[in-house]
Structures are given as C-alpha cells and as structure tokens.
C-alpha cells in the first residue's frame, strides 16, 4: 500500500471515529440514526475533506495561520465540522461549544492519523 494511500485510509478511520466519539461524549452532539452505514459515509466524507480539501484550505490560509500563530487552523477545522452538520442531517451539532470541542476531537484524531 503506498503512503498516500495508507493516510488517506487512516483519515478515514479517524473520520469515523471522531464523529462517533463526539456523538457519545459531547453533551449537544448528536447522531441520530442506529444505521452504521450512515456513520461509515460521513466518516468517509470526513476523511476525504480532511485529506483532499484541507490542504489546499491550509495553503490559502497559510497568511492568517502564521499572524494567529496557526490558531486560525481551529477555525478551519470549526468550518469543516460545520460543513458536516450541514451535509449530514443525522449529524446534529447544537451550539458554540459543542462544536468547539467537536472541532478540537475531529483536529486530535487527524493529527494522530496524519502522525502514525
């Protein structure tokens, strides 16, 4: 398997795992269906975002990260979970701090993916 390949896997997993976990352990955060195939799809397309599209959100961003010391990165990531809200009516994210501590899980697990 090559390494881009094998990250791409890994996020993926991540994905998954970050929507599932939030939806278990943030108060506010929600799931709304007992299908997993509805959870594997948004994990799917969580990956997919975090390996295709932020990237190129990183390169654009590349100015406002080095002036906020990259803690614009949490803004990007705050916009991507909100992009799943949005795109997922089963994924239900209710309020500023849910989605803050959505944010920080979703950033944790990619970088843990992106590191192993």
């Given at each position: 398997m090559t390494n881009h390949l094998r990250r791409l896997v890994l996020q993926i997993i991540a994905g998954i795992a970050s929507i599932w976990l939030a939806s278990e352990l943030i108060e506010g955060v929600s799931f709304k269906t007992e299908v997993i195939e509805t959870l594997l799809i948004a994990g799917l397309v969580l990956g997919f975002i975090n390996f295709?599209?932020?990237?190129?959100?990183?390169?654009?961003?590349?100015?406002?990260?080095?002036?906020?010391?990259?803690?614009?990165s949490l803004v990007i990531n705050a916009?991507?979970?909100?992009?799943?809200?949005?795109?997922?009516?089963?994924?239900?994210?209710?309020?500023?701090?849910?989605?803050?501590?959505?944010?920080?899980?979703?950033?944790?697990l990619s970088l843990i993916a992106s590191r192993i």
């Amino acid at each position: 398997m090559t390494n881009h390949l094998r990250r791409l896997v890994l996020q993926i997993i991540a994905g998954i795992a970050s929507i599932w976990l939030a939806s278990e352990l943030i108060e506010g955060v929600s799931f709304k269906t007992e299908v997993i195939e509805t959870l594997l799809i948004a994990g799917l397309v969580l990956g997919f975002i975090n390996f295709f599209i932020k990237p190129i959100l990183n390169l654009i961003t590349l100015p406002l990260r080095i002036i906020t010391l990259g803690l614009f990165s949490l803004v990007i990531n705050a916009g991507i979970v909100w992009l799943m809200d949005v795109l997922f009516l089963e994924f239900e994210v209710i309020g500023f701090y849910p989605l803050f501590w959505t944010t920080i899980l979703v950033w944790s697990l990619s970088l843990i993916a992106s590191r192993i």
